[in-house]
C-alpha cells in the first residue's frame, strides 16, 4: 500500500468554551498508488480533518500516517511531497499565474529555465497557454480552480490533495471540471485523495469512495459497490436514494431470500449476506427498482404524489400505510397516474438488498 | 469546507490536560518559527509589560525600607490628607465621566454628518477631525490658554476681559473638558463611522416597511444596533481622559488630577511609593474598564466592524436634522483649525498677550537649543518603529493564525501596555529598570538557553554539555576587563564564522556570523569612532549644526551599543537561526557551546537590565505604547486573508519561515506601513510613559515643550509643537502616497485601526 492510515483519532482539545470534540474516530484506510479515493460525507463527518492530517496540518491524536513505507506522522506539510488543491483554491494574490505555479518550485530551488517548461507544460495539460502573465483576479472561476489544480501538479507530488475544490464553481463547469480533474489524474496516474459532500462528483471521479459519517467510517468500495451492496442505511441513502422496508426473513436459500414485506411474500434474488430465518431485515429498494403499472404486480397501493420531471416520472405510491418512492423510466408512458388512482406496484427482485436491523 | 465537528462529542480521551500540553509545545518545537515568534514576543512582552507593571503595583505597598506599608493607602481614609485625595479621586472620575459624554456626543456628529448627511468637503472634514489624534498630548490644552486665557487673545485682547481673582477662567474641569473633547472626541468619531457604515440598511428599510416613524425607527433600531459602538467610545473616552498627563498639567489650574499626582509625586518629591499607591488607585478604574471593554461590551456587538461597509448608505432626508448636523460639525471643525492656527501663530508672535508682532526670534532658540531634544526625539522614534511594527505583526500573525496555549494571555498583554495610563508604566519602567533584580536576568537568560540548546544540540547529553559549558564559559567571560570581553566575544562569532566556512563550505550563514562578530567587536570602537564627530562639531560655530553634529555622535554609539542584556536575547535567536541543523556532532557541541557562550556574557555583565538614562528604555517605552496600535492593524490585515493561501504555500514545501517571508508579509504590507506610521505617531507624540525616562543626555521633544512651559516660554513651547505636528503629517502623507501608489487595489489601509 502507498499511503496507509492506521487507527487514526483526532480528538481537538477544548478551546474558547467549546468542550472536548472527537472529529475522527480509528479511521483505517489502505490507498493504492495512482488511485483515487474520495472521501465523501455531511458536513462535519470528518473528511476535512482526515485529509488535512494527510496533509500534515492537523496532527493526529493517536494512530498512525504511513506513506511509502515511512511514518510521517510528525512530518510538518512542507516535507511530506504533497500537494493541495483548496476549496478557496488559495491563489497567491500578489503573484501573476506563472508565478503562482512556479512557487514551490522556486522553493525547491530549481534551476530557472527548468521551472519555466515545468510551469508552461503544466499550463498545457490545464489548457491555459498564454495565461501565464495574468494576475488571479483577471480569470474567472473556472480558471482559477485550473491555476490551483496546475500549481498543485506542478510539484509532481506523492499524493494530491483535494478539499472540495469543485464546490465554488456553478453546476455546468463542475461538471466539465470533473471529467477534466479526472483525465489528467489518470494521464498523470497521480495518487489523489479526494474529498467531497457531493456524491455524484464521487462517483463519476473515484477509483474507491469512503464514506464517513460523525467521525467514522462507514464503507470503503468502488463506486459500483457502494451503490449494488450499501452496508448500513446510511450509505444507502447518502449515495442515491433509497426506500426503506422492514421485512422478516422466511428462508435463505444460497444467495435467494424469502422475506415478507409489505403483507406479502417475495424472493430476492442476489443477495449478499447470510440471514436466519424470522429475524428482522430492512429492504433497500431504490426508486428505480420499482414497477408501477394500472395491474399486473404484486403490491397494491395508491398514488400520493405525481410528478413529471421529464426524463422520468416521479410517484410517491402508499403500501399498507409506508409510502414508498418509485419512478418511471419508460418514455412510452405518456400520462401519469392521477393522485389517489388505484394501482400494482412490483419490485426488481435482483437489485433489492437486505440489512439486518440495526 | 471545514469539518465542522462541534456536533460530535466524545467522551474525553485519556490523555490528560498536562500531557497535551507537553505534546502541543512538541508541536510547536517543529515549527522553529512559531517558537521564535512565541519566545520572541513572549520576553519582549515579559519584560517591558508585565515586569514594569508588577513592580509599579507592588511599590505601593513598600515602603523605602523594603517592609510592608499601607501609608498612603491609608491617607484615603485619613482626616488630615483625606478631604483633598478623596476630592482628587472625584475630580478624576468626574472629568472622565464629561470628557467621555462629550466626546461620544460630539463623535456621534461627525460621524453622523460623514455618514448620512452628506457633508460637503467629507474627505476634509474627515481629515481634520483626525488631526487631534496625532498631535502632542497638550498641544490644544496650550492653543486653548493661548486663545481663553487670563492674558488670552480672545478673552483679554478681543473682549477685554480683565481677570480677577474669583473669576471663573479657561483653568480648571471646564476648561480641561473641553479640550479633552476635541483631543479625544476622533477615536469615537472612528469607531461610530465605521459602525454606521456598516449597518445594513435593509434593517431600517424594514422597519419604515412596517409602519415604524423615523423617531421611533432610530429609538428602536438605529441606536440599539450602535449601542455597542457607544458604549465602546463612551468607555474608551474615559479611560483616555483619566491616562491624560499633558492636559491636566497645562490648564488644569486648582483642580488636581490622579495622573497629574502621580506626576508631582515623582517630579516634586521623588517618591516612588507614594507615586505607585496612587497609580494603583488610578489604574483599578482602568482596568474595570478595559476588561468590560474586551469581555463585555466586544461580544455584545451586532455589527462587524472587520467586514466591508455595507454597499449603499442610508441617507438623512430630513434637510433641517442635516443641517443641524452639519453646522454643528462645521463649527467645531472651524474651531479645531483655530486651535491649530493659533499655536502655529504662537510660535511667531514676540510675547503673547503683549506684543502679538511676529518674530522668529523663538524658532532661532528651539533650533538651536531644542535641536538636541528634536533630533533625540525623531532618532528613538524612527528606530523603534521598526521594531514596533514588526513585533506587532508577529504578535497579530500568532494571534490569528495559531492555535496555543496562552494565546489570550499574549493578546492581553501586547494590549495592556497601551491600553494603561502612561504614568503608570513610567513609573514601573523607573521601578524596574534603576536597579533590577538579578532573577530577571537570570529568568530570561534560562528561558533563552534551555531554547537554544534544544534547537542546537540533537540529544539529550549533547544539549547538556551546550547548557553547562556554554554557561560556564559565559559567566568566566563577565569577569574579564570590558574592553577585552568585547574583543573576545566578537572573536568567538569570527572564529565560529571561520571554522563553519571551512568545514560546511558555505558563505551566507558564516558571513552572517562575521557580520555579528564585527558588530560585537566595535562596542569598543564606538567611542573612538564618535570623538573625531564630536570634535568637529566643537569647531564649528555654536548653533544648530554643532548641536545637530554632537547629537549624530551620540547616535551612533546608541546603534553601536545596544543594552547587553537585550543584544543578548538578540544573539541568542541569532544563534538559533544561524547554528541549528550543524552536522558532526563535535562541530555541533564545540560551536553550540561557543555560541551559548556569548549570548551569556551579555547577559549578566554589570547589573543587567540597568536601562534608566540611556536610549533603550526610552524606546522600549515606545514600543509598548504603540504595540496595540500595529497588532490591531496586523489582526484586521490577517482576518481578511484566507488561512488556506498560507497552507497552499506550506504543502508546496515552504517552511513557516519562508512563508512568512514570501506570502504573508506581502499580503499585509499595507496594514505593515500603517503599523510602522502609527507607531511613530505614538512615539513622536508620547509623553506620560516616558516623562520619567528623559535624562540630560535624551532629552524628548514632548518633555521639552513641558518644562518650556513651565518657565514661561510659551512661543518656543508652541514652536516644539509646531515641529512635532509637521513631522507626523508629513509621515501620514508619505504612507498615504505610497500606499496609494504601491498597492492599488489591493487592499487599503484603514487607518481607524490605529488608534
Given at each position: 500500500?502507498?499511503?496507509?492510515?492506521?487507527?487514526?483519532?483526532?480528538?481537538?482539545?477544548?478551546r474558547?468554551?467549546?468542550?472536548?470534540?472527537?472529529?475522527?474516530?480509528?479511521?483505517?484506510?489502505?490507498?493504492?498508488?495512482?488511485?483515487?479515493?474520495t472521501l465523501?460525507?455531511?458536513?462535519?463527518?470528518?473528511?476535512?480533518?482526515?485529509?488535512?492530517?494527510?496533509?500534515g496540518?492537523?496532527?493526529?491524536?493517536?494512530?498512525?500516517?504511513?506513506?511509502?513505507?515511512e511514518?510521517?506522522?510528525?512530518?510538518?506539510?512542507?516535507?511530506?511531497?504533497?500537494?493541495?488543491?483548496?476549496?478557496?483554491?488559495?491563489?497567491?494574490p500578489?503573484?501573476?499565474i506563472?508565478?503562482?505555479?512556479?512557487?514551490?518550485?522556486?522553493?525547491?530551488?530549481?534551476?530557472?529555465?527548468?521551472?519555466?517548461?515545468?510551469?508552461?507544460?503544466?499550463?498545457?495539460?490545464?489548457?491555459l497557454?498564454?495565461?501565464?502573465?495574468?494576475?488571479?483576479?483577471?480569470?474567472?472561476?473556472?480558471?482559477q480552480?485550473?491555476?490551483?489544480?496546475?500549481?498543485?501538479?506542478?510539484?509532481?507530488?506523492?499524493?494530491?490533495?483535494?478539499?472540495?475544490?469543485?464546490?465554488?464553481l456553478?453546476?455546468?463547469?463542475?461538471?466539465?471540471?470533473?471529467?477534466?480533474?479526472?483525465?489528467?489524474?489518470?494521464?498523470?496516474?497521480?495518487?489523489?485523495?479526494?474529498?467531497?459532500?457531493?456524491?455524484?462528483?464521487a462517483?463519476?471521479?473515484?477509483?474507491?469512495?469512503?464514506?464517513?459519517?460523525e467521525?467514522?467510517?462507514?464503507?470503503?468500495g468502488?463506486?459500483?459497490?457502494?451503490?449494488?451492496y450499501?452496508?448500513?442505511?446510511?450509505?444507502?441513502n447518502?449515495?442515491?436514494?433509497?426506500?426503506?422496508?422492514?421485512?422478516?426473513?422466511?428462508?435463505?436459500?444460497?444467495?435467494?431470500l424469502?422475506?415478507?414485506?409489505?403483507?406479502?411474500?417475495i424472493?430476492?434474488?442476489?443477495?449478499?449476506?447470510?440471514?436466519?430465518?424470522?429475524?428482522?431485515?430492512?429492504?433497500?429498494?431504490?426508486?428505480?427498482?420499482?414497477?408501477?403499472?394500472?395491474?399486473?404486480?404484486?403490491?397494491?397501493?395508491?398514488?400520493?404524489?405525481?410528478?413529471?420531471?421529464?426524463?422520468?416520472?416521479?410517484?410517491?405510491?402508499?403500501?399498507?400505510?409506508?409510502?414508498?418512492?418509485?419512478?418511471?423510466?419508460?418514455?412510452?408512458?405518456?400520462?401519469l397516474?392521477?393522485?389517489?388512482?388505484q394501482?400494482?406496484?412490483?419490485?426488481?427482485?435482483?437489485?433489492?438488498?437486505?440489512?439486518?436491523?440495526? | 469546507?471545514?469539518?465542522?465537528?462541534?456536533?460530535?462529542?466524545?467522551?474525553?480521551?485519556?490523555?490528560?490536560?498536562?500531557?497535551?500540553r507537553?505534546r502541543?509545545?512538541?508541536?510547536?518545537?517543529?515549527?522553529?518559527?512559531?517558537?521564535?515568534?512565541?519566545?520572541?514576543?513572549?520576553?519582549?512582552?515579559?519584560?517591558?509589560?508585565?515586569f514594569?507593571?508588577y513592580?509599579?503595583?507592588?511599590?505601593?505597598?513598600?515602603?523605602?525600607?523594603?517592609?510592608?506599608?499601607?501609608?498612603?493607602?491609608?491617607?484615603y481614609?485619613?482626616?488630615?490628607?483625606?478631604?483633598?485625595?478623596?476630592?482628587?479621586?472625584?475630580?478624576?472620575?468626574?472629568?472622565?465621566?464629561?470628557?467621555?459624554?462629550?466626546?461620544?456626543?460630539?463623535?456621534?456628529?461627525?460621524?453622523?454628518?460623514?455618514?448620512?448627511?452628506?457633508?460637503?468637503?467629507?474627505?476634509?472634514?474627515?481629515?481634520?477631525?483626525?488631526?487631534?489624534?496625532?498631535?502632542?498630548?497638550?498641544?490644544?490644552?496650550?492653543?486653548?490658554?493661548?486663545?481663553?486665557?487670563?492674558?488670552?487673545?480672545i478673552?483679554?485682547?478681543?473682549?477685554?476681559?480683565?481677570?480677577?481673582?474669583?473669576?471663573?477662567?479657561?483653568?480648571?474641569?471646564?476648561?480641561?473638558?473641553?479640550?479633552?473633547?476635541?483631543?479625544?472626541?476622533?477615536?469615537?468619531?472612528?469607531?461610530?463611522?465605521?459602525?454606521?457604515?456598516?449597518?445594513?440598511?435593509?434593517?431600517?428599510?424594514?422597519?419604515?416597511?412596517?409602519?415604524?416613524?423615523?423617531?421611533?425607527?432610530?429609538?428602536?433600531?438605529?441606536?440599539?444596533?450602535?449601542?455597542?459602538?457607544?458604549?465602546?467610545?463612551?468607555?474608551?473616552?474615559?479611560?483616555?481622559?483619566?491616562?491624560?498627563?499633558?492636559?491636566?498639567?497645562?490648564?488644569?489650574?486648582?483642580?488636581?488630577?490622579?495622573?497629574?499626582?502621580?506626576?508631582?509625586?515623582?517630579?516634586?518629591?521623588?517618591?516612588?511609593?507614594?507615586?505607585?499607591?496612587?497609580?494603583?488607585v488610578?489604574?483599578?478604574?482602568?482596568?474595570?474598564?478595559?476588561?468590560?471593554q474586551?469581555?463585555?461590551?466586544?461580544?455584545?456587538?451586532?455589527?462587524?466592524v472587520?467586514?466591508k461597509?455595507?454597499?449603499?448608505?442610508?441617507?438623512?432626508?430630513?434637510?433641517?436634522i442635516?443641517?443641524?448636523?452639519?453646522?454643528?460639525?462645521?463649527?467645531?471643525?472651524?474651531?479645531?483649525?483655530?486651535?491649530?492656527a493659533?499655536?502655529?501663530?504662537?510660535?511667531?508672535?514676540?510675547?503673547?498677550?503683549?506684543?502679538?508682532?511676529?518674530?522668529?526670534?523663538?524658532?532661532?532658540?528651539?533650533?538651536?537649543?531644542?535641536?538636541?531634544?528634536?533630533?533625540?526625539?525623531?532618532?528613538?522614534?524612527?528606530?523603534?518603529?521598526?521594531?514596533?511594527?514588526?513585533?506587532?505583526?508577529?504578535?497579530?500573525?500568532?494571534v490569528?493564525?495559531?492555535?496555543?496555549?496562552?494565546?489570550?494571555?499574549?493578546?492581553?498583554?501586547?494590549?495592556?501596555?497601551?491600553?494603561?495610563?502612561g504614568?503608570?508604566?513610567?513609573?514601573?519602567?523607573?521601578?524596574?529598570?534603576?536597579?533590577?533584580?538579578?532573577a530577571?536576568?537570570?529568568?530570561?537568560?534560562?528561558?533563552?538557553?534551555?531554547?537554544?540548546?534544544?534547537?542546537?544540540?540533537?540529544?539529550?547529553?549533547?544539549?547538556?554539555?551546550i547548557?553547562?559549558?556554554?554557561?560556564?564559559?559565559?559567566?568566566?567571560?563577565?569577569?574579564?576587563?570590558?574592553?577585552?570581553?568585547?574583543?573576545?566575544?566578537?572573536?568567538?562569532?569570527?572564529?565560529?564564522?571561520?571554522?563553519?566556512?571551512?568545514?560546511?563550505?558555505?558563505?551566507?550563514?558564516?558571513?552572517?556570523?562575521?557580520?555579528?562578530?564585527?558588530?560585537?567587536?566595535?562596542?569598543?570602537?564606538?567611542?573612538?569612532?564618535?570623538?573625531?564627530?564630536?570634535?568637529?562639531?566643537?569647531?564649528?560655530?555654536?548653533?544648530?549644526?554643532?548641536?545637530?553634529?554632537?547629537?549624530?555622535?551620540?547616535?551612533?554609539?546608541?546603534?553601536?551599543?545596544?543594552?547587553?542584556?537585550?543584544?543578548?536575547?538578540?544573539?541568542?535567536?541569532?544563534?538559533?537561526?544561524?547554528?541549528?541543523?550543524?552536522?558532526?556532532?563535535?562541530?555541533?557541541?564545540?560551536?553550540?557551546?561557543?555560541?551559548?557562550?556569548?549570548?551569556?556574557?551579555?547577559?549578566?555583565?554589570?547589573?543587567?537590565?540597568?536601562?534608566?538614562?540611556?536610549?533603550y528604555?526610552?524606546?522600549?517605552?515606545?514600543?509598548?505604547?504603540?504595540?496595540?496600535?500595529?497588532?490591531?492593524?496586523?489582526?484586521?490585515?490577517?482576518q481578511?486573508?484566507?488561512?488556506s493561501?498560507?497552507?497552499?504555500?506550506?504543502?508546496?514545501?515552504?517552511?513557516?519561515?519562508?512563508?512568512?517571508?514570501?506570502?504573508?508579509?506581502?499580503?499585509?504590507?499595507?496594514?505593515?506601513?500603517?503599523?510602522?506610521i502609527?507607531?511613530?505617531?505614538?512615539?513622536?507624540?508620547?509623553?506620560?510613559?516616558?516623562?520619567?525616562?528623559?535624562?540630560?543626555?535624551w532629552?524628548?521633544?514632548?518633555?521639552?515643550?513641558?518644562s518650556?512651559?513651565?518657565?514661561?516660554?510659551?512661543?518656543?513651547?508652541?514652536?516644539?509643537?509646531?515641529?512635532?505636528?509637521?513631522?507626523?503629517?508629513?509621515?501620514?502623507?508619505?504612507l498615504?502616497?505610497?500606499?496609494?501608489?504601491?498597492?492599488?487595489?489591493?487592499?487599503?489601509?484603514?487607518?481607524s485601526?490605529?488608534f
Amino acid at each position: 500500500m502507498y499511503l496507509t492510515l492506521e487507527n487514526i483519532t483526532k480528538v481537538f482539545p477544548p478551546r474558547g468554551g467549546v468542550s472536548e470534540v472527537t472529529a475522527v474516530q480509528n479511521v483505517n484506510l489502505e490507498i493504492k498508488k495512482g488511485e483515487l479515493v474520495t472521501l465523501l460525507g455531511p458536513s462535519g463527518c470528518g473528511k476535512t480533518t482526515t485529509l488535512r492530517m494527510i496533509a500534515g496540518f492537523e496532527f493526529p491524536t493517536t494512530g498512525k500516517i504511513i506513506l511509502d513505507g515511512e511514518e510521517i506522522n510528525s512530518l510538518p506539510p512542507h516535507k511530506r511531497d504533497m500537494s493541495m488543491v483548496f476549496q478557496s483554491y488559495a491563489i497567491f494574490p500578489h503573484l501573476n499565474i506563472s508565478e503562482n505555479i512556479a512557487y514551490g518550485l522556486n522553493v525547491k530551488r530549481l534551476p530557472k529555465s527548468e521551472i519555466e517548461k515545468k510551469v508552461n507544460r503544466v499550463l498545457e495539460l490545464v489548457h491555459l497557454e498564454g495565461y501565464g502573465h495574468r494576475a488571479p483576479t483577471q480569470l474567472s472561476g473556472g480558471q482559477q480552480q485550473r491555476v490551483a489544480l496546475a500549481r498543485a501538479l506542478v510539484m509532481e507530488p506523492k499524493v494530491l490533495l483535494m478539499d472540495e475544490p469543485l464546490s465554488n464553481l456553478d453546476a455546468k463547469l463542475r461538471e466539465e471540471m470533473r471529467t477534466e480533474i479526472r483525465r489528467i489524474q489518470k494521464e498523470l496516474n497521480i495518487t489523489s485523495v479526494y474529498v467531497t459532500h457531493d456524491q455524484i462528483e464521487a462517483m463519476t471521479l473515484s477509483d474507491r469512495i469512503v464514506v464517513m459519517n460523525e467521525g467514522v467510517i462507514e464503507q470503503i468500495g468502488t463506486p459500483v459497490e457502494m451503490y449494488r451492496y450499501p452496508k448500513s442505511r446510511f450509505v444507502a441513502n447518502f449515495i442515491g436514494r433509497a426506500n426503506f422496508v422492514s421485512a422478516v426473513v422466511q428462508k435463505q436459500h444460497d444467495r435467494n431470500l424469502t422475506v415478507k414485506a409489505l403483507g406479502e411474500v417475495i424472493t430476492l434474488k442476489n443477495i449478499k449476506g447470510e440471514f436466519v430465518a424470522d429475524s428482522q431485515v430492512t429492504l433497500i429498494i431504490r426508486p428505480e427498482m420499482t414497477r408501477i403499472k394500472k395491474s399486473g404486480e404484486l403490491f397494491k397501493g395508491t398514488i400520493r404524489r405525481a410528478v413529471f420531471l421529464g426524463d422520468v416520472i416521479e410517484y410517491d405510491v402508499e403500501i399498507l400505510g409506508q409510502t414508498i418512492t418509485g419512478i418511471e423510466t419508460d418514455p412510452h408512458v405518456m400520462d401519469l397516474f392521477p393522485e389517489g388512482e388505484q394501482v400494482t406496484v412490483g419490485f426488481a427482485e435482483g437489485c433489492i438488498q437486505a440489512l439486518p436491523v440495526e | 469546507m471545514q469539518a465542522n465537528p462541534s456536533n460530535l462529542v466524545y467522551p474525553a480521551s485519556n490523555a490528560s490536560g498536562i500531557k497535551r500540553r507537553i505534546r502541543e509545545f512538541a508541536l510547536i518545537g517543529r515549527d522553529p518559527v512559531l517558537f521564535i515568534g512565541l519566545l520572541l514576543s513572549g520576553i519582549f512582552i515579559f519584560i517591558f509589560v508585565v515586569f514594569p507593571l508588577y513592580r509599579s503595583m507592588i511599590g505601593g505597598f513598600i515602603s523605602k525600607e523594603g517592609a510592608f506599608d499601607l501609608t498612603y493607602f491609608g491617607r484615603y481614609f485619613d482626616a488630615y490628607y483625606g478631604p483633598a485625595l478623596r476630592r482628587a479621586f472625584t475630580d478624576t472620575m468626574l472629568m472622565g465621566l464629561l470628557t467621555a459624554t462629550a466626546g461620544t456626543i460630539v463623535g456621534f456628529i461627525f460621524a453622523y454628518a460623514v455618514v448620512r448627511c452628506q457633508i460637503p468637503g467629507k474627505k476634509i472634514v474627515h481629515w481634520l477631525a483626525l488631526v487631534p489624534t496625532v498631535s502632542p498630548p497638550f498641544a490644544l490644552a496650550l492653543s486653548m490658554i493661548l486663545l481663553f486665557g487670563r492674558s488670552g487673545l480672545i478673552t483679554h485682547e478681543l473682549l477685554g476681559i480683565e481677570f480677577v481673582k474669583g473669576m471663573n477662567d479657561i483653568y480648571g474641569l471646564d476648561g480641561l473638558v473641553i479640550v479633552q473633547t476635541i483631543t479625544f472626541f476622533s477615536v469615537s468619531y472612528l469607531m461610530l463611522k465605521a459602525m454606521l457604515e456598516r449597518l445594513n440598511p435593509a434593517m431600517e428599510e424594514a422597519a419604515a416597511s412596517l409602519g415604524a416613524g423615523r423617531f421611533y425607527l432610530f429609538r428602536t433600531i438605529t441606536l440599539p444596533l450602535l449601542i455597542p459602538g457607544i458604549a465602546g467610545s463612551f468607555l474608551l473616552l474615559f479611560v483616555e481622559s483619566l491616562a491624560d498627563l499633558g492636559n491636566p498639567l497645562f490648564i488644569a489650574g486648582n483642580k488636581t488630577v490622579l495622573s497629574a499626582q502621580i506626576y508631582l509625586a515623582v517630579i516634586g518629591e521623588y517618591n516612588y511609593q507614594k507615586a505607585s499607591a496612587l497609580s494603583l488607585v488610578l489604574i483599578i478604574p482602568t482596568l474595570v474598564i478595559f476588561l468590560i471593554q474586551r469581555y463585555y461590551v466586544n461580544r455584545r456587538t451586532y455589527i462587524s466592524v472587520t467586514g466591508k461597509p455595507a454597499g449603499s448608505q442610508i441617507r438623512e432626508k430630513d434637510p433641517i436634522i442635516r443641517w443641524v448636523v452639519n453646522i454643528i460639525t462645521y463649527q467645531i471643525i472651524a474651531f479645531i483649525i483655530l486651535l491649530y492656527a493659533t499655536i502655529i501663530y504662537g510660535s511667531f508672535s514676540s510675547a503673547w498677550g503683549v506684543d502679538f508682532t511676529p518674530t522668529l526670534k523663538h524658532w532661532s532658540m528651539t533650533l538651536t537649543r531644542g535641536v538636541e531634544a528634536i533630533l533625540d526625539t525623531t532618532f528613538l522614534s524612527v528606530l523603534a518603529t521598526p521594531v514596533a511594527a514588526l513585533l506587532g505583526m508577529v504578535i497579530a500573525w500568532l494571534v490569528v493564525r495559531k492555535k496555543f496555549t496562552g494565546k489570550d494571555a499574549l493578546d492581553f498583554a501586547s494590549n495592556l501596555g497601551g491600553a494603561v495610563p502612561g504614568t503608570i508604566l513610567g513609573i514601573g519602567f523607573v521601578m524596574a529598570f534603576n536597579k533590577p533584580p538579578l532573577a530577571l536576568a537570570i529568568v530570561i537568560y534560562a528561558l533563552l538557553a534551555l531554547f537554544y540548546a534544544q534547537v542546537i544540540g540533537k540529544r539529550g547529553y549533547e544539549r547538556i554539555i551546550i547548557l553547562v559549558v556554554g554557561t560556564a564559559i559565559g559567566v568566566t567571560l563577565t569577569k574579564l576587563e570590558p574592553r577585552t570581553m568585547y574583543f573576545t566575544l566578537g572573536g568567538i562569532y569570527l572564529a565560529i564564522a571561520v571554522v563553519l566556512m571551512i568545514s560546511q563550505r558555505k558563505f551566507a550563514k558564516p558571513l552572517a556570523i562575521a557580520i555579528i562578530g564585527i558588530y560585537v567587536m566595535s562596542t569598543n570602537w564606538a567611542t573612538m569612532l564618535t570623538k573625531p564627530i564630536a570634535a568637529f562639531s566643537r569647531s564649528i560655530e555654536r548653533g544648530f549644526w554643532s548641536n545637530a553634529t554632537v547629537q549624530f555622535a551620540d547616535h551612533i554609539k546608541v546603534i553601536l551599543q545596544p543594552t547587553p542584556a537585550l543584544l543578548a536575547i538578540v544573539l541568542a535567536f541569532a544563534g538559533v537561526v544561524l547554528l541549528q541543523g550543524l552536522s558532526g556532532k563535535a562541530l555541533r557541541v564545540g560551536i553550540g557551546v561557543l555560541g551559548l557562550a556569548v549570548p551569556c556574557a551579555l547577559s549578566f555583565v554589570d547589573v543587567p537590565f540597568a536601562m534608566v538614562g540611556g536610549a533603550y528604555i526610552i524606546m522600549a517605552a515606545f514600543i509598548v505604547r504603540s504595540l496595540p496600535a500595529s497588532v490591531r492593524s496586523g489582526v484586521a490585515a490577517l482576518q481578511q486573508i484566507d488561512p488556506s493561501i498560507e497552507e497552499a504555500s506550506n504543502i508546496l514545501g515552504a517552511d513557516a519561515q519562508y512563508t512568512f517571508r514570501k506570502v504573508t508579509i506581502p499580503l499585509i504590507l499595507p496594514a505593515l506601513l500603517a503599523g510602522l506610521i502609527f507607531s511613530f505617531t505614538r512615539h513622536m507624540t508620547s509623553l506620560s510613559a516616558i516623562i520619567f525616562l528623559v535624562s540630560a543626555k535624551w532629552r524628548i521633544v514632548t518633555a521639552s515643550i513641558l518644562s518650556e512651559w513651565e518657565q514661561g516660554g510659551v512661543s518656543i513651547a508652541a514652536a516644539y509643537s509646531t515641529v512635532i505636528i509637521v513631522f507626523v503629517l508629513v509621515a501620514i502623507f508619505v504612507l498615504n502616497l505610497l500606499v496609494n501608489r504601491m498597492f492599488k487595489g489591493r487592499g487599503s489601509v484603514d487607518m481607524s485601526q490605529g488608534f
